[in-house]
């Protein structure tokens, strides 16, 4: 098993594999009255954020928990970041206090891979920038193959703000290492040139969602990353969400066993609407549920696996 886990490019078929399987393992853990295992005892996880988080935060605390560690939550907003501390100082700080692995979340792209240098502990990118977030991904692989039972060979569609998305980059790495097929999906503003043969050759890009939506067995709708726009990248929402929103017609298109994801937060109304979120096809809530499995899965093997 690697030490860190700071880009699905970390992952071969093998290694991403043992983590899917050590998942559905950990999964059986949460329908336990008590859902708790030994297996960290002893053990720290620092949660390290420089941005807002919900789902990942929470995640990252809830597994390490379930796995017996002691967890610290380290938030940039009332901590000496605001005095002008940099991220190496913090980060000897943590290794100062025996940190043996540290989830961090920040907004420069390449920042994990930085204080992966600093510390001895493991180091786990739970999103920096613009460019990955490998659990995201494992998770989202791992929501697939639970509702469709591969990933090989599956037809992938990744669509919207694939720009801006580290959710993207992640999983065209990972399922492209699996197996799947990935095609990005939306306007052209948003979709980096040369994105898909810099990720995975055989990566398609498509700029028509109508087209594409027949032909796969997941559409991943992404969020317009307004935050990060310093530029007009289309029309108006509006125009956006009536040529890559996708709504309760769009979906009827989709083959019969086709699934709907999004890693959240969403914008509804925009890239999604409320019929398709909350439809029977969505697994949005699964995603939830399952990454506390796949990041309790990622932590035991960096931490704990290696000493089995």
Request: aromatic share 4%; hydrophobic share 45%.
């Amino acid at each position: 098993m690697i030490k860190h886990l700071l880009s699905g490019a970390d992952l071969d078929a093998a290694t991403a594999t043992e983590i899917l399987d050590t998942a559905a393992e950990m999964a059986t853990v949460a329908g336990r009255e008590i859902k708790k295992l030994p297996a960290l005892r002893g053990r720290t996880v620092v949660n390290l954020f420089y941005e807002d988080s919900t789902r990942t935060r929470i995640s990252f605390e809830a597994a390490a928990k379930r796995l017996s560690a002691d967890v610290i939550n380290f938030s940039a907003k009332g901590s000496s970041v605001t005095k002008g501390e940099s991220l190496k100082d913090t980060a000897l700080t943590l290794q100062a206090m025996g940190a043996d692995a540290v989830v961090v979340r920040h907004p420069a792209s390449g920042a994990p891979h930085r204080l992966a240098n600093w510390v001895d502990g493991s180091v786990v990118n739970a999103g920096d920038g613009t460019h990955e977030h490998p659990t995201q991904a494992l998770l989202d692989a791992y929501t697939m193959r639970a509702r469709l039972g591969r990933l090989a060979g599956l037809s992938v569609a990744v669509v919207g703000d694939v720009l801006h998305s580290r959710v993207a980059r992640s999983n065209v790495l990972l399922l492209s290492t699996l197996g799947a097929k990935v095609t990005l999906v939306g306007p052209p503003t948003l979709i980096p040139v040369d994105i898909a043969g810099a990720l995975a050759p055989g990566t398609d890009v498509s700029y028509d969602l109508d087209c594409v939506l027949p032909d796969v067995d997941v559409v991943m709708m992404l969020r317009v990353q307004r935050e990060r726009m310093k530029d007009s990248y289309f029309p108006s929402a509006r125009e956006y969400a009536r040529r890559y929103g996708l709504d309760g017609p769009r979906m009827r298109r989709l083959p019969e066993h086709a699934i709907v994801m999004h890693p959240g937060p969403m914008n509804r109304g925009m890239e999604i609407t409320a019929e398709v979120a909350d439809s029977p096809r969505s697994t949005i809530v699964e995603q939830v549920t399952n990454g506390v499995s796949v990041r309790m899965a990622v932590l035991y093997l960096l931490l704990g696996g290696n000493n089995r």
